[in-house]
């Protein structure tokens, strides 16, 4: 098949849709696929086209017409869209204009994304915001959901638009590593003898950073022994580190910055839990490879969450409060063992093998439906 990927993220950018996007590209190449990204990067460095230096710049609408020219002259099968705003639209008018299906995966709960940026706003007025960035979604050939329980909603709410389920949380490894932890420590620069709690994520507002801060903070003034390590960067990073200060926890917390993703197995590896606080993401792609890694995973209870973590079983789900939070992260701490052994299971179900499998199938009902 002839693929057209287009998308506001893509490696070196390091979020979750750039890497689960990036993996899916590389896995359809191997197997023997034509797959094109239009997206930052390639394409638009290629062509001197000009985009905001950021995770999710924006294609200017100016430069589009350009742009459809160049990709006319290519005979796609299919044209997949990752995001909705602007590049949504061009991707509906590329299909129309070439005779080409496109298929759209929505990655984010893009509702609470706008409620979490937009809350000064009246709640009627985000409910028109959002509803008119997802009015391109009625003119798709297929959505593409992450998750079971959003496959659901995703029918009830676009019921003329065919949806199917595929995970975008497909591992191209297992994270597990089998050098001692010890090792692995030394080699970080890490303490041997503390619990290390880790949180891999952009340091965004939607991604509810503060919270485990907090939670953090409760949790060490009953345990002496621990390090809550952050890593990722964005745009929250200066107000996190200057919240840890206030809570007496600029020594007890590490900010390592960006780490390249084939290098996340060492960090997953010497760790002894995975905290997790979003409530915006459709799945998090970081639970998962923790999961591999075979870290417990203690998160806020959620729809998103309860996807894949089985609360006790293979981590903890705990309501939207950081003292609730912080005896759960105790508990894991206790028993470490036996949730680790459920949490590498559960990740086996998420190879990219198999996510790209069900892509594969997704891509051939909806070109032949057309």
């Given at each position: 098949?002839?693929?057209?990927?287009?998308?506001?993220?893509?490696?070196?950018?390091?979020?979750?849709?750039?890497?689960?996007?990036?993996r899916t590209v590389l896995a359809l190449k191997k197997r023997g696929h034509t797959v094109f990204v239009l997206g930052p990067g390639e394409f638009l460095t290629l062509h001197n086209v000009?985009?905001?230096?950021?995770?999710?710049?924006?294609?200017?609408?100016?430069?589009?017409?350009?742009?459809?020219?160049?990709?006319?002259?290519?005979?796609?099968?299919?044209?997949?869209?990752?995001?909705?705003?602007?590049?949504?639209?061009?991707?509906?008018?590329?299909?129309?204009?070439?005779?080409?299906?496109?298929?759209?995966?929505?990655?984010?709960?893009?509702?609470?994304?706008?409620?979490?940026?937009?809350?000064?706003?009246?709640?009627?007025?985000?409910?028109?915001?959002?509803?008119?960035?997802?009015?391109?979604?009625?003119?798709?050939?297929?959505?593409?959901?992450?998750?079971?329980?959003?496959?659901?909603?995703?029918?009830?709410?676009?019921?003329?638009?065919?949806?199917?389920?595929?995970?975008?949380?497909?591992?191209?490894?297992?994270?597990?590593?089998?050098?001692?932890?010890?090792?692995?420590?030394?080699?970080?620069?890490?303490?041997?003898?503390?619990?290390?709690?880790?949180?891999?994520?952009?340091?965004?507002?939607?991604?509810?950073?503060?919270?485990?801060?907090?939670?953090?903070?409760?949790?060490?003034?009953?345990?002496?022994?621990?390090?809550?390590?952050?890593?990722?960067?964005?745009?929250?990073?200066?107000?996190?580190?200057?919240?840890?200060?206030?809570?007496?926890?600029?020594?007890?917390?590490?900010?390592?910055?960006?780490?390249?993703?084939?290098?996340?197995?060492?960090?997953?590896?010497?760790?002894?839990?995975?905290?997790?606080?979003?409530?915006?993401?459709?799945?998090?792609?970081?639970?998962?490879?923790?999961?591999?890694?075979?870290?417990?995973?203690?998160?806020?209870?959620?729809?998103?969450?309860?996807?894949?973590?089985?609360?006790?079983?293979?981590?903890?789900?705990?309501?939207?409060?950081?003292?609730?939070?912080?005896?759960?992260?105790?508990?894991?701490?206790?028993?470490?063992?036996?949730?680790?052994?459920?949490?590498?299971?559960?990740?086996?179900?998420?190879?990219?093998?198999?996510?790209?499998?069900a892509l594969e199938r997704v891509y051939r009902t909806i070109i032949q439906s057309r």
């Open positions: 098949m002839n693929i057209l990927v287009i998308t506001a993220t893509y490696p070196p950018s390091v979020n979750g849709v750039a890497i689960s996007t990036q000009p985009f905001a230096p950021k995770d999710y710049p924006i294609i200017f609408p100016f430069l589009l017409p350009s742009i459809k020219e160049r990709l006319a002259r290519t005979s796609w099968d299919i044209i997949h869209v990752h995001h909705p705003s602007v590049i949504g639209s061009l991707a509906v008018s590329l299909g129309k204009r070439l005779g080409v299906p496109v298929v759209f995966t929505y990655h984010t709960q893009y509702d609470r994304y706008i409620d979490t940026y937009a809350p000064f706003l009246p709640k009627a007025l985000r409910r028109s915001i959002y509803i008119g960035a997802l009015a391109f979604c009625r003119e798709v050939q297929a959505i593409i959901a992450p998750t079971h329980w959003l496959e659901g909603q995703l029918r009830e709410r676009f019921p003329e638009v065919p949806v199917y389920y595929v995970s975008t949380a497909g591992l191209p490894k297992i994270f597990a590593l089998k050098t001692p932890k010890s090792a692995l420590r030394r080699q970080l620069g890490l303490p041997e003898n503390l619990s290390i709690f880790l949180t891999v994520s952009r340091l965004s507002k939607e991604k509810n950073l503060a919270f485990l801060i907090g939670s953090f903070a409760i949790w060490s003034k009953r345990n002496r022994s621990g390090l809550l390590v952050i890593v990722g960067d964005g745009s929250e990073r200066s107000s996190l580190r200057k919240l840890a200060v206030s809570h007496s926890m600029d020594k007890s917390i590490r900010f390592v910055g960006k780490i390249p993703n084939q290098d996340l197995a060492t960090w997953y590896s010497a760790s002894d839990v995975f905290l997790y606080s979003s409530t915006t993401d459709t799945i998090g792609v970081n639970i998962i490879e923790a999961m591999s890694a075979g870290l417990p995973v203690v998160s806020i209870d959620d729809t998103t969450t309860r996807e894949v973590i089985r609360s006790k079983v293979n981590g903890i789900l705990v309501p939207p409060k950081e003292e609730a939070f912080a005896k759960a992260m105790a508990l894991a701490l206790e028993q470490k063992k036996r949730l680790a052994s459920e949490s590498r299971d559960t990740a086996g179900a998420y190879m990219l093998e198999a996510t790209t499998q």
